[in-house]
């Protein structure tokens, strides 16, 4: 947590969840009316989705190398090209030029808990979150409470992957949810154990459109979040926050926080949550927006520079209508290296 909150900590931590160009006031719910949840829990029985069950573990998952990756638990994205980002989105998220990309694997959903409890079993890692003993956790203000933005992200000692929102949390029951609170090297550190690495901005990008083209890649990507047939979409396939952000989260699509892997629709790769739940890391440096030309954003070996951010992906479930319209392939936000938070997690690769 060096140098807490940090200038990309307080861009992640104010644009993750308010967006370019949000409203500045805030209208707190009244008591009882369903305010956002600091722990991940199920809006009600009756509303949650069907969830895969399971421990999050898929067949064969384990250990592997450079040489001879473990594949466990991946789908297959085709070769392809496409034009990353929106151009009439934030922006942070236009100049983007034509990519090519070879065919790839990626996690089918984010990393969960259990594969991540897995990793550590076998390797005794301890993440940056554990070693600085505190971490930045999301806490919804209280009925009454004067709201200040980025008064919602607190410092919590005690926060780390097994203790998401602090002390008194934690993960029992929830292997299959997400991990979070893991940093840039706790998430690299996983990705070596299996032989794989972490997605670079290009490849997260084209796995999340699924194999959208035209009109459909425009709906999937479009800046204005409030339409009906965009909301239509984003129900059916994203975690995200339905209410008045950050004090009331209604969770009418079944989850308040985050929500297992595979509880909403897949894309047409066969990828869940790619969008909302948790924001997904990128191995690739932040640069501000595509078209910046930066070959220090980027180590030779694959790496944000030490001190750099990196861009994650895909917004979370913070994400809403009126204050963050980043539930999109698109979006894109710097992540301090060191950092680790209660919304972010990660998937990882492999390319042949």
């Not at 993960?171 to 032989?195: F, N, T």
């Not at 990128?282 to 750099?308: C, F, I, K, L």
């Amino acid at each position: 947590m060096r140098g807490w909150p940090g200038r990309a900590a307080r861009i992640l931590l104010a644009g993750a969840a308010l967006g370019a160009g949000a409203a500045s006031a805030f209208t707190p719910a009244p008591p009882g009316d369903g305010r956002g949840a600091s722990a991940s829990a199920s809006a009600s029985a009756s509303a949650a989705p069907a969830c895969r069950a399971g421990s999050g573990l898929p067949a064969g998952f384990g250990p592997g190398s450079e040489a001879a990756p473990n594949r466990a638990g991946m789908k297959p994205v085709p070769v392809g090209r496409f034009v990353p980002g929106a151009d009439a989105g934030y922006a942070e998220e236009r100049g983007g030029r034509e990519v090519a990309l070879p065919a790839f694997l990626i996690d089918e959903h984010e990393v969960t808990n259990a594969q991540f409890a897995a990793f550590v079993r076998a390797t005794g890692y301890i993440t940056e979150a554990e070693r600085a003993g505190a971490s930045a956790v999301f806490v919804a203000p209280r009925p009454g409470e004067a709201v200040v933005p980025y008064g919602w992200w607190k410092q919590v000692r005690g926060a780390d992957w097994r203790h998401p929102q602090g002390p008194g949390s934690g993960i029992a029951g929830k292997a299959a949810h997400p991990v979070v609170q893991v940093s840039l090297a706790d998430a690299e550190a996983y990705a070596r154990w299996l032989g794989r690495r972490l997605p670079t901005e290009a490849q997260w990008e084209y796995a999340a459109l699924g194999g959208l083209t035209g009109r459909a890649a425009r709906l999937a990507n479009a800046f204005e979040g409030n339409t009906a047939e965009f909301q239509r979409l984003l129900r059916r396939t994203a975690n995200t926050w339905q209410g008045s952000f950050p004090d009331r989260d209604r969770g009418a699509d079944g989850w308040r926080g985050t929500a297992p892997a595979g509880c909403f629709a897949a894309n047409g790769y066969g990828l869940s949550d790619m969008v909302g739940n948790v924001w997904e890391l990128t191995r690739d440096g932040w640069t501000g927006d595509h078209a910046a030309d930066d070959p220090d954003a980027v180590r030779p070996d694959g790496r944000a520079p030490e001190g750099r951010a990196t861009v994650m992906k895909g917004g979370s479930f913070l994400c809403s209508p009126d204050f963050c319209v980043r539930y999109r392939p698109a979006s894109r936000q710097p992540l301090e290296t060191g950092l680790a938070t209660s919304h972010v997690g990660f998937r990882t690769v492999v390319t042949d």
